[in-house]
């Protein structure tokens, strides 16, 4: 029989506790908000019990999303999640508020060990700062909002060689080595989401508005601000930020348009278009794997490699039914990893197309399943709940890490080579539009007036700072719906540049490993064992590296990606 993960005992919450009752979960806070605090034993006790809650209705939470993402076409699922956001999650909230209140009064918070305890004070010190009671049902209204993306987008299909194909399965197509056929398929998906055009405008308005308002509420005069803060955002400013967008567009563009002067020689065409960004150059599409069974044993093979812990892991993971790997029809776009606390796991969940892609897509996965591992044993849930710029770290750190052993997936020299090519330069193509993603909701939210027709403007001026050599003529009624492609900004604001700040920080990594890969993959460890228990800039030392995204920084990146493809060139 194979080995499953085991449930871990609540060391609190009573046996017969029912999660899903708002009256059960409300009892229980107020109950900790009665309990006395006569020293400093008593204060911890209160946090580690009020954690065990949080940690309860987290995974309730995610079970619903899990659910809600597989049948995303059943809006059953989507009700369940919402009824359950609304009626126990967000009225936690309050209570939530209550009991950091009383414990940043305690007259014992002062006596608590500082090396432990100092990052939840600033956590804490800040959640106090911004919470505002008239936003629990306005942020009600808003996931229930963002949760209709996934279902406009799962119910997308065309007729296209045959059948009949979701987004992502025309996205497949892209990599044919038939150039009529690359463009027909880039036209049927691109006009998938032209036909919801209005339909998505509609939503967005409707969700830029609810956080306008859940800004001002809160007292900023702005969304972008208060999601910084909310963010938790303590070691860079946003003018920060627009800093990192000028570096990428002096120091990686021209890497970038480099790379398309090569790709349209090589394609002998006198201009790219957009179905020519992605297929391979010598007419040959990699095929890692052809069922659902090789690309997740593969995957433990790589994972073996790299550290016998992390294919265990994620073997356990498919034994106890925490993956959702092949994409269909139905299941909303996209792909994450979700914490299952009681666990000491999480669920992965995917949509493969048998692409390359998916192999980079599951080894980025795993990379936040095993910091989830990793972090079982911490306490306080605050310090499980790891910022963006920490937790991709893991992942992207992941993809490259398992670099060296993808002749799992790649047995000819050659596939190997091109597939280390492709990783290699995404690291670095990636970031124009990651760039792109964050200025443009900068943009957003700082001009929360604009309509629609301004906002397409806005997008076009600012994705034209980071264009590369594309031509869009006679493409133009398709050109502007690049954003709303991007789940994250309906459904996760302000979660994107963190990819790009963990690109760089994953490049460091790899960098490191490459002098050192004992040392760098003990640092990884390190690093991930740490949750968010310290400051961001600490946790990326501890990982080896400097939690650094300036210009010169990110030249630096650059020079080491060239060298690096340049040794791959010679196997």
């Given amino acids: 029989m194979s080995e499953v993960l085991q449930p871990i005992p609540y060391k609190h919450l009573p046996a017969n506790f029912v999660v899903n009752s708002h009256a059960s979960v409300a009892a229980y806070m107020n109950s900790l908000l009665e309990q006395p605090i006569a020293c400093e034993g008593c204060l911890i006790e209160l946090l580690e019990k009020y954690s065990e809650l949080l940690s309860a209705v987290s995974d309730e939470l995610s079970w619903r999303y899990i659910r809600m993402s597989v049948h995303a076409d059943d809006s059953a699922y989507e009700a369940a999640y919402n009824e359950y956001y609304s009626q126990v999650v967000a009225p936690l909230e309050p209570l939530s508020f209550q009991l950091k209140k009383r414990f ?7 006596k608590l060990p500082a090396e432990q305890y100092a990052h939840l004070n600033t956590m804490i010190a800040k959640d106090i700062e911004i919470f505002r009671e008239e936003n629990v049902p306005l942020k009600v209204q808003e996931s229930e909002l963002a949760n209709k993306y996934a279902g406009i987008v799962s119910k997308m299909t065309a007729e296209f060689d045959g059948k009949e194909q979701t987004v992502a399965q025309l ?18 998906r691109m006009g998938c989401f032209a036909s919801q055009e209005e339909e998505f405008d509609r939503l967005f308005d409707e969700l830029r508005g609810l956080r306008t308002q859940i800004a001002r509420n809160a007292g900023f005069s702005n969304y972008r601000d208060f999601m910084h803060k909310e963010m938790g955002r303590f070691s860079y400013t946003p003018e920060d930020l627009f800093k990192f967008h000028d570096a990428v567009e002096k ?142 770290l893991a992942s992207m ?21 091109k597939a280390r090519q492709d990783q290699l330069e995404g690291c670095l193509t990636f970031l124009p539009w990651c760039m792109t993603v964050d200025a443009f909701q900068h943009w ?97 030392r501890a990982a080896g590296i400097e939690f650094d995204f300036s210009e010169a920084r990110i030249g630096e990146l650059v020079d080491f990606v060239k060298a690096e493809l340049a040794e791959v060139a010679k196997l």
């Fill in 104 to 110: 940043y009064a305690s007259p014992y918070r002062a």
């Fill in 171 to 188: 996205g497949v197509y892209l990599k044919d080595p038939d150039r009529d056929k690359r463009e027909a398929a880039w036209r049927l």
């Fill in 251 to 392: 120091v990686v563009m021209p890497f970038v348009r480099e790379l398309d002067a090569r790709r349209k020689k090589a394609l002998n065409l006198d201009a790219l278009k957009p179905w020519d960004t992605t297929v391979d150059l010598d007419g040959r599409k990699l095929q890692p794997f052809e069922t659902t069974e090789e690309f997740l044993a593969k995957s433990v093979q790589v994972l073996e490699k790299v550290n016998p812990a992390y294919a265990r892991q994620l073997t356990l993971m498919d034994n106890t039914g925490l993956l959702d790997l092949e994409n269909r029809k139905g299941k909303a776009p996209g792909g994450y990893n979700t914490s299952i606390n009681n666990l000491g796991s999480s669920f992965i969940f995917m949509n493969h197309v048998k692409l390359h892609n998916d192999v980079v897509t599951l080894l980025h996965e795993a990379g936040h399943a095993m910091h989830a591992a990793a972090m079982k044993d911490i306490v306080l849930a605050m310090y499980r709940e790891t910022p963006s710029e920490v937790a991709e």
């Fill in 397 to 417: 750190s992941m993809e490259l890490l398992s670099m060296d052993y993808w002749d799992e997936f790649y047995k000819q020299a050659s596939d190997l080579k």
């Fill in 444 to 540: 957003v939210y700082l001009h929360p007036e604009h309509d629609p027709a301004e906002r397409k403007k806005a997008f076009l001026q600012i994705s034209g700072r980071f264009a590369s050599d594309i031509d869009w003529s006679g493409l133009e009624q398709f050109k502007h719906l690049r954003w709303m492609m991007q789940l994250h900004i309906f459904e996760v604001p302000f979660y994107y540049i963190e990819y790009g700040m963990a690109q760089l920080g994953a490049l460091s990594v790899y960098m490191n490993y490459r002098r050192d890969p004992k040392q760098a993959l003990r640092k990884y460890q390190d690093f991930l064992n740490l949750g968010y228990s310290k400051p961001v800039s600490e946790i990326y």
